[in-house]
């Protein structure tokens, strides 16, 4: 029987009212973003936000409890804009919509910083400490390589395929510093908005391949703004060493990411992407249900062994009240399917 667990690949807004407080105490030019060495008072606000984030989890009873990413200005292009090696250029839309992030341009060798896995331990001390824990598990979260590379500037490595498994190899030694952790998403927007070229498939599958090697946990590779491509779906099925391929049912035609399970098979486990991240419309349970089962039915398999139900975006696009309540409605969906 399929277990189905309500869960995000992370990216939460900021409350309003941290929101305020942060640009007070960093300042309102670009430059004031995030770099990794933020003062006391900015980390204890962070540290309140995390909290915020681990209880309204917590109370939607979601299966898996993300950290949440309050710090990342940058969206998941952060692990690099902290980095040592890395210098920050121009703004830049973050793919298709209204945000945008510093330029990260690579201009030495990447080297460890563990600023990611300080934040995953603060949330792992947060969830054991609260009520419920018992009944969730910490999900850590991290772009994948592939769509890091594709965000980022190369002005070191001097060439495309070395850079992006320099990227690979950069994420997989900060998860190797993570703290317990259940499930790992990747999350690989790229894949989608500006897949590799035909025949190189392989580099972008061996790079997440890198990651994922570096835990013990599962491993979702989350895709975002719609379908992939037939051949590249059928090298992540075969070559990524994921866990699980997430798969956006909200975006673009869901009719071709069916086609791509039907034809070419599945990880053992599949993340689907039932709700809007990007819509204040707030989905019913009954209706993200009916979308699982939907979904399972096109699928000639006995089933699969977890079906994450997820957003199909980060949630850092919506009101804080608008997040919460897909959380619920994620949450209550699971309940609705068991």
Do not use: C
Not at 203 to 223: C, E, F, L, P
Not at 266 to 288: K, M, R, W, Y
């Amino acid at each position: 029987m399929t277990e189905r667990v309500a869960a995000t690949p992370g990216l939460y807004p900021l409350p309003d009212r941290a929101k305020e407080t942060l640009s007070d105490l960093k300042g309102h030019q670009k430059g004031d973003l995030l770099s990794g060495d933020e003062s006391e008072a900015i980390a204890a606000e962070y540290g309140e936000v995390r909290a915020e984030y681990v209880d309204d989890q917590l109370d939607a009873g979601l299966g898996l409890i993300s950290e949440g990413q309050g710090r990342w200005d940058d969206m998941i292009a952060h692990p690099l804009t902290v980095s040592d090696a890395v210098e920050t250029g121009g703004i830049v839309r973050y793919y298709d919509n209204n945000n945008f992030y510093r330029d990260p341009r690579v201009v030495d060798d990447l080297r460890f910083s563990g600023d990611v896995a300080g934040e995953l331990s603060d949330a792992a001390d947060l969830l054991s400490d609260a009520d419920g824990d018992d009944d969730a598990s910490l999900a850590a979260t991290l772009p994948g390589p592939y769509s890091l590379a594709d965000l980022a500037t190369d002005e070191h490595y001097g060439d495309e395929a070395e850079f992006q498994a320099a990227i690979a190899e950069f994420l997989a030694g900060e998860v190797a510093a993570f703290p317990d952790h259940e499930t790992l998403f990747l999350l690989e927007p790229s894949l989608v908005t500006n897949p590799p070229a035909e025949g190189e498939e392989a580099g972008a599958t061996d790079a997440i391949s890198t990651v994922a090697d570096a835990t013990d946990a599962d491993v979702v590779v989350q895709t975002f703004y719609g379908a992939l491509g037939e051949k590249l779906y059928a090298h992540l099925v075969d070559e990524a060493g994921a866990d699980a391929l997430g798969l956006d049912l909200v975006a673009g035609d869901r009719d071709d990411t069916v086609y791509n399970v039907q034809e070419f098979g599945s990880t053992d486990s599949l993340s689907l992407g039932l709700v809007d991240g990007q819509n204040t419309l707030v989905e019913e349970p009954e209706t993200i249900a009916e979308r699982v089962e939907w979904f399972e039915s096109q699928i000639p398999l006995e089933g699969f062994d977890r079906t994450y139900l997820t957003p199909n975006t980060e949630l850092f696009y919506l009101p804080t009240n608008k997040y919460r309540a897909k959380l619920n409605a994620l949450a209550d969906a699971a309940e609705v399917l068991d």
